[in-house]
């Protein structure tokens, strides 16, 4: 990992948006089933919002500027790399928390409390 990438992480953890702060409220600390989190991580040329390596999972919290076709190569690039990629819209985080960590923990491994 470059110098470049760990001040660009930095910059988003500290700058993250309500979405992402709110998420990151609900999966830090392993309060997901148990599934342990990380928030803004450099893969290769891209940074994952939230990756648990456990579960091979990168999930995005995208704003207005995200869109399918913006992020396809991104998604592919991650994906190669042998990760699962979950998007969701930061209007639904803010709305539907519960709902998105529903969807989050069916792509997490088996736990003891599920």
Not at 42 to 47: D, E, N, S, Y
Not at 103 to 111: D, K, N, Q, S
Request: aromatic content about 10%; overall charge neutral; proline content about 4%.
């Amino acid at each position: 990992m470059t110098d470049f990438a760990k001040q660009q992480a930095r910059c988003l953890r500290r700058d993250a948006t309500d979405a992402e702060t709110l998420l990151w409220a609900r999966l830090r600390n392993r309060q997901l089933y148990g599934a342990k989190f990380r928030r803004q991580v450099p893969i290769g040329r891209f940074i994952a919002d939230f990756l648990c390596f456990e579960a091979r999972l990168i999930v995005e919290a995208d704003g207005g500027h995200h869109s399918v076709e913006a992020d396809a190569e991104r998604t592919a690039f991650l994906e190669a790399q042998g990760f699962t990629v979950i998007r969701f819209w930061n209007h639904e985080v803010l709305g539907n928390i519960d709902g998105v960590l529903e969807t989050i923990a069916r792509h997490l491994p088996p736990h003891p409390t599920r």
